[in-house]
């Protein structure tokens, strides 16, 4: 048996941990959580504990060593996976394992069936090896790029590969352990084929359509514009080839991560396919390559999965040239005021305010209105229902995807918001700002006057920097929570009430912020210029606008109202029936 079936240096993980297998026939006990012991419930012979995500490969391993033995014309092994201690409480003897498991506390896998010998064997259970000691072979037609990195990563996994080929003997680069030769006969060797051609270049595969009949066809291509062709590359192989189980996957592996092994950003496979089975066995290839199968239905589900490489940032896009669009008006606005009005009017130069006072205005209230903007379109949505009574109709697009690029909106917020810190602490060390402070004291000395303590102006000074410093501190809370590592810890309850209540408390901490910055002087007419009020002014437009409908939304008698809608009652259930039965548009 040497180093079984999965004996290749990319699975020596996996070896080391069968090499522990083989010594204590009594059971380690856990100390992870998530770990799961495998034993053999006839003899009660316990292996090891193993991630769940090494089942299948342990009980392909505990399988095909149990056929090596004198145990090979015996019953089938009756293999089992016991789930982790649940208590957390530590490791725990096997025969309080088992116990447990006899109690129905724990769960118990199945036996798993005798491996089939065939190597083209279609049964496509996620537990068994189609091949137990001989390696399955995968043809992969094409020995372009991504036909060679493919293969080559398959070898490393215990697959032997055949490649079709046009020019079987010209072939060169190929990993020597593959076979190259035609397509044709290639395509005899195995019944799962991967086509790494491109789609332009499908023609051919109509002359095989004999040759290929029942057998699985693994679209990976990729085009080079989205919706470039009326129906995906998938279907039009499965149009193309008559009476083969088409099933798209790999499309979003680069060749160079296959090679490279930096596969940690793009792990996830998409996959879809008719046929449950051939899916099923390809998700299987997928999970032995250390990949993550993620099945997104029927074939029809291709276009899209064509289409997801082809996109850049999507979500970000709107934030984008939202946030590019305020920065830059807001910019040019405080250019108005700050540098073009006194050079106007009083001859001064104040075009050193351009690198650091002016940008110091935008990022702020580029902060405060992108993040008001984040739940603008919550409370729309709830006047929408409140207006309409029935939440059974669907919103705007446009409003639906605004919903749906929230979180890239408050990070961008939380960028400017960091950069508002930033360049606030540089203040002290401005030259602009020390000669200021100089001047003033020496106009005081000389006329003799004296600037008196004034309680209000440090409460405000003190309340301002308090109310920012506090609003920051939730800000980054929030961009912490929406990270997906730290937001799949919580439930759903409670990502809502940060991304909710703590949400709307960072927005009026902040607003509170810039009502106080601007004090007294707020709302003040010797502050217009050219009858323009100061940025700030315009800046709290949105997020007053936001708490104050919030406030209004949250008055028991509407709050009531809105719950009783979300929770499914309609105002007029007629209407909504018609509008069910298309007889009004949305
Ligand atoms: N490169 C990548 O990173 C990724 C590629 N893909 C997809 O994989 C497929 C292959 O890509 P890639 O390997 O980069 O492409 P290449 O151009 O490097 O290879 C394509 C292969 O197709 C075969 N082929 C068959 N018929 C023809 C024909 N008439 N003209 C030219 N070649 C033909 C050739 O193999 P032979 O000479 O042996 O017949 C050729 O090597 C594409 O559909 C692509 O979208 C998907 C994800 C990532
Ligand atoms: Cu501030």
């Keep these: 048996m040497g180093n079984g079936i999965l004996g290749q240096k990319e699975n020596c993980a996996l070896d080391r941990t069968f ?15 998530e770990s799961y012991f495998l034993y053999d419930v006839k003899t009660e012979n316990a292996f090891f504990p193993c991630e769940p995500s090494l089942r299948s490969g342990l009980l392909k391993l505990s399988v095909a060593k149990h056929r090596s033995t004198e145990h090979r014309a015996a019953s089938p092994p009756s293999l089992a996976l016991v789930a982790p201690c649940s208590s957390g409480a530590g490791p725990q003897p096997l025969q309080k394992h088992l116990s447990r498991r006899k109690a129905g506390l724990v769960a118990e896998l199945p036996p798993a069936p005798m491996p089939v010998m065939e190597k083209t064997s279609t049964d496509a259970s996620p537990l068994t090896m189609h091949s137990s000691e001989k390696q399955e072979t995968v043809c992969i037609f ?23 080929s046009r020019t079987p003997g010209m072939s060169s680069l190929l990993p020597s352990d593959a076979e190259v030769m035609s397509y044709s006969d290639a395509a005899q060797k195995s019944d799962i084929i991967i086509i790494t051609i491109h789609r332009e270049h499908y023609d051919f595969l109509t002359e095989l359509t004999e ?15 989205i919706n470039q062709y009326p129906e995906s590359n998938a279907e039009y192989l499965a149009q193309l080839v008559p009476g ?10 680069s060749a160079w991560a296959l090679q490279s092994g930096a596969l940690d950003a793009s792990r996830q496979v998409f996959i879809c396919g008719n046929d449950s089975k051939a899916k099923q066995r390809v998700m299987d290839v997928v999970r032995s390559l250390g990949l993550t ?4 239905g029927s074939l029809m589900a291709a276009n899209e999965i064509e289409n997801y490489p082809l996109q850049l940032f999507p979500m970000w ?43 110091n205005r935008v990022f702020p209230i580029a902060a405060l209105t992108l993040l008001a903007l984040v739940y603008l379109p919550g409370v729309v949505a709830a006047i929408l229902q409140l207006y309409r009574g029935t939440k059974y109709r669907r919103f705007p697009d446009w409003l639906d995807h605004w919903m749906l690029c929230r979180k890239q909106l408050g990070l961008i917020a939380l960028g400017f918001a960091f950069l508002h810190v930033l360049y606030t602490l540089v203040i002290p060390i401005r030259y602009y700002v020390r000669w200021t402070s100089n001047n003033r004291t020496i106009t005081q000395v000389i006329t003799k006057k004296e600037n008196p303590f004034s309680t209000t102006n440090s409460w405000l000074s003190d309340s301002y920097i308090a109310l920012g410093m506090l609003g920051f501190f939730l800000f980054v809370l929030l961009g912490i929570t929406s990270l997906p590592s730290v937001s799949n810890m919580v439930n759903w309850r409670e990502f809502r009430f940060v991304q909710s209540k703590l949400g709307y408390l960072t927005l009026i901490l902040c607003t509170a912020h810039t009502l106080v910055y601007g004090g007294k002087r707020f709302l003040n007419p ?17 997020p007053c ?28 259930p007629k209407y909504s029936e018609s509008s069910l039965n298309g007889k009004t548009d949305i």
């Design 317 to 359: 896009r709107f934030p984008f040239y939202l946030s590019a669009v305020l920065c830059v008006f807001f910019f040019f606005y405080c250019v108005i005021r700050e540098v073009i009005y006194p050079y106007v009017y009083e001859k001064r130069d104040r075009t050193f305010r351009l690198p650091i006072s002016i940008p």
């Design 293 to 296: 199968p993620l099945d997104k």
């Design 142 to 164: 094409g020995t372009g790029d991504f036909g060679r990195s493919l293969g080559l990563k398959m070898l490393q996994c215990g697959y032997s590969i055949v490649f079709g």
């Design 545 to 572: 606008t936001v708490l104050v409908i919030k406030f209004i939304l949250i008055l028991p008698c509407i709050d009531k109202t809105l719950m009783r809608i979300r929770q499914g009652w309609e105002r007029n």
């Design 19 to 33: 090499a522990q297998a083989q010594g204590p026939s009594t059971c380690v006990p856990s100390t992870k959580q």
């Design 244 to 253: 083969t189980h088409v099933v798209k996957a790999f499309n979003t592996i």
């Design 211 to 225: 040759v290929l009949k029942g057998k699985i066809l693994v679209d990976v291509s990729n085009n080079l514009k």
């Design 526 to 542: 010797s502050n217009l210029v050219w009858y323009l009020p100061s940025a700030y002014v315009i800046a709290l437009i949105i």
